[in-house]
T-cell receptor
């Protein structure tokens, strides 16, 4: 089973709202990733967690706050977002961070009004 | 840093073969990947090739790697309308993050 699940599938929020995106995998992977993808562009890496510790933060604004409560779960907390943050947010996981194959979830389509 | 280039569009007739090309710049690449993304969906891993291989075949998919020219291709035999999607080439080098190409939009004409 190479499934990564993400909830919700769609999210619409105002600029003053606080919301969270969730990602889950049960493949025993110890690395999890958040990517942001704008229309007609490749995914851009935001964060990498390795063994539940944040290992890479690609200079993401603080209005995005990741959390890895355990090895199977990854959250992305959103607060005071801007309309330009509207995008598809993809979660991925791999056995370990580095050169291991990444498996992606279906994404959350976020619209910020 | 590493750069991965792909042509942006490809149009083929149903039943023909499709060949999607990719070039990369880092000669120390370890794994090279092909991902497929259908409209509104996430990225689906199609196949990957280790840098010490020249070719990998998986049903209708054939991956060719020319390390000398840093060129990777994905051939889809007997292309179907369900193959219409964006195909991303991605490169892994050492412990650095995946580097994606801009994606090739494949359109299959019935």
């Amino acid at each position: 089973d190479t499934e990564v699940t993400q909830t919700p599938k769609h999210l619409v929020m105002g600029m003053t709202n606080k919301k969270s995106l969730k990602c889950e995998q049960h493949m025993g992977h110890r690395a999890m990733y958040w990517y942001k993808q704008k229309a007609k562009k490749p995914p851009e890496l935001m964060f990498v967690y390795s063994y539940e510790k944040l290992s890479i933060n690609e200079s993401v604004p603080s209005r995005f706050s990741p959390e890895c409560p355990n090895s199977s779960l990854l959250n992305l907390h959103l607060h005071a977002l801007q309309p330009e943050d509207s995008a598809l947010y993809l979660c991925a996981s791999s056995s370990r961070a580095g050169t291991d194959t990444q498996y992606f979830g279906p994404g959350t389509r976020l619209t910020v009004l | 840093g590493e750069d991965v280039e792909q042509s942006l569009f490809l149009s083929v007739r149903e039943g023909d073969s499709s060949v999607i090309n990719c070039t990369y710049t880092d000669s120390s690449s370890t794994y090279l990947y092909w991902y497929k993304q259908e409209p509104g969906a996430g990225l689906q891993l199609l196949t990957y090739i280790f840098s010490n291989m020249d070719m990998k075949q998986d049903q209708r998919l054939t991956v060719l790697l020319n390390k000398k020219d840093k060129h990777l291709s994905l051939r889809i035999a007997d292309t179907q309308t369900g193959d219409s999607a964006i195909y991303f080439c991605a490169d892994h080098t050492g412990n650095t993050p995946l580097v994606f190409g801009k994606g090739t939009r494949l359109s299959v004409i019935a």
